[in-house]
């Protein structure tokens, strides 16, 4: 192909690469993802510019130059790709700062030695350009450094297309199509580059360069897709640190995997200012500083750890994959204290006297039927009621009357053993049984009443 035929080749691809970007920069596409996209499209750009001067120079010194500055911009578009992947798939946590200036120092030895190959072989040996019109020849073999180079760049793609494809299968539904426009698109680059460098496609375009700048297209559209993605990831996460409930996930092996804003804080109250690693080791040390532990006879309904004066119910939920499979489980930390209190409460008062404190009558038929056995005997079973009630009532009203009746309960409270069972029957009636109790010393209580 003649130098002018490039040109028409290259020409589209840069208006097209430059489009993508402004496009990109106009629609404000993903934050999370924007840096990692100019990134890759700029490398993209610089490498089809670069080529474009290539082609059009006819200065056989600069054409020379610039056969081989074309490298670093390969590198550099390989680690794009690397760096776009794990951020698209959530990953970036595995190129800290440290892994991305280890990654880089291929790409720039690349570059210092592109800038000097003219007086050294690393990159190729035997190197000149024959002809520059009206297309371009270069004769020469690639040097040591230039398969260092080819390797780098295809391990971080073949890392790239495995890590998405690895990913691709445990996304949401919704979210699937997002990834395969940018896992075709990988793929596409991928093979042509093969097909390059193998050199099963012999004309001059660089068929390496169009798979990446085809790759830029498809890898603008999953950004904007991923667009909204990101928004509804974001909102997930907003919405989990926004619960008032405590919550941990938790991964297969049952280690901490995360947890929300009210789990931490959760944790902490409970004593554990580290809720990572073993999830078992987490629940040890909560049972350890609780004062008591109550096993929830409901398998949904968890376990309680009372600790200090608060009551926590951490219960789990299992998470399923698409087959049902078990891959991990969420845990819920509730501070349950109030509510525990209440049901104490309520269930002490299902069998209290609310004017006086005393049992009610449902509870002294169910304590004298339960007392009512030979092993009870003797069972003492006093009952009387209070004289003047009524006129206390009828004449200073019910309110002064309750103050009587609370006088009677402290007295009778105070007179009986601590074996006693003390009951308001109902208006002005009490009843008192007394297990184990000799008619005698029944007789002698009464006189202390």
Not at 155 to 167: D, E, N, P, R
């Amino acid at each position: 192909m003649t130098n002018i035929q490039v040109t028409m080749v290259y020409g589209p691809m840069l208006v097209m690469v430059i489009s993508l970007m402004v496009l990109a920069a106009i629609k404000h596409i993903g934050k999370n993802l924007a840096f990692n996209f100019f990134f890759y499209a700029f490398m993209v750009l610089c490498w089809l510019f670069n080529e474009l001067t290539y082609f059009n120079t006819q200065d056989i010194q600069l054409a020379r130059f610039l056969y081989d500055m074309k490298l670093p911009f390969v590198a550099f578009t390989a680690l794009g790709v690397l760096m776009y992947v794990l951020r698209f798939y959530g990953l970036e946590g595995y190129y800290s700062g440290p892994v991305v200036a280890c990654l880089s120092v291929c790409p720039l030895m690349t570059t210092l030695l592109a800038v000097t190959s003219s007086s050294h072989e690393l990159i190729r040996t035997g190197f000149s350009i024959v002809l520059t019109s009206p297309f371009h020849i270069a004769a020469g073999s690639r040097g040591p450094w230039f398969w260092v180079h080819a390797g780098y760049c295809y391990v971080l793609i073949l890392i790239s297309l495995f890590a998405a494809l690895a990913k691709h299968g445990s996304l949401p539904r919704h979210f699937k199509l997002t990834s395969w426009v940018l896992i075709t698109g990988m793929s596409i680059s991928l093979v042509l580059n093969c097909m390059d460098v193998l050199g099963l496609i012999n004309i001059t375009v660089d068929f390496a360069l169009v798979g990446v700048t085809v790759c830029t297209a498809f890898m603008y559209a999953a950004t904007r897709q991923n667009q909204g993605m990101d928004f509804i990831n974001r909102a997930r996460v907003g919405v989990f640190n926004d619960l008032a409930d405590g919550m941990l996930i938790l991964d297969y092996d049952r280690n901490v995997r995360g947890f929300n804003d009210a789990g931490r804080r959760s944790m902490v109250d409970c004593g554990l200012d580290d809720a990572t690693g073993s999830f078992d080791q987490v629940l040890h040390t909560a049972a350890m500083a609780a004062h008591t532990v109550e096993v929830s006879d409901d398998v949904e309904g968890g376990t309680d750890y009372y600790i200090e004066e608060r009551a926590y119910n951490i219960r789990e939920k299992p998470i399923r994959d698409n087959r049902q499979r078990v891959i991990g489980a969420f845990v819920i930390v509730l501070d349950v204290t109030d509510n525990r209190k209440l049901i104490r409460q309520l269930e002490k008062d299902a069998g209290m006297d609310a004017r006086t404190g005393l049992h009610n009558r449902m509870h002294m038929d169910a304590m004298l039927r339960q007392l009512d056995s030979p092993e009870h005997y003797p069972l003492a079973v006093i009952s009387g009621d209070m004289n003047g009630l009524k006129q206390v009532n009828d004449t200073y009203g019910h309110q002064q009357g309750d103050v009587l009746l609370r006088l009677g309960a402290d007295i009778l409270a105070s007179v009986c053993p601590p074996s006693a069972s003390i009951g308001r029957m109902g208006g002005d009636e009490f009843l008192v049984l007394i297990p184990y109790y000799t008619e005698a010393n029944a007789q002698a209580l009464e006189q202390d009443f």
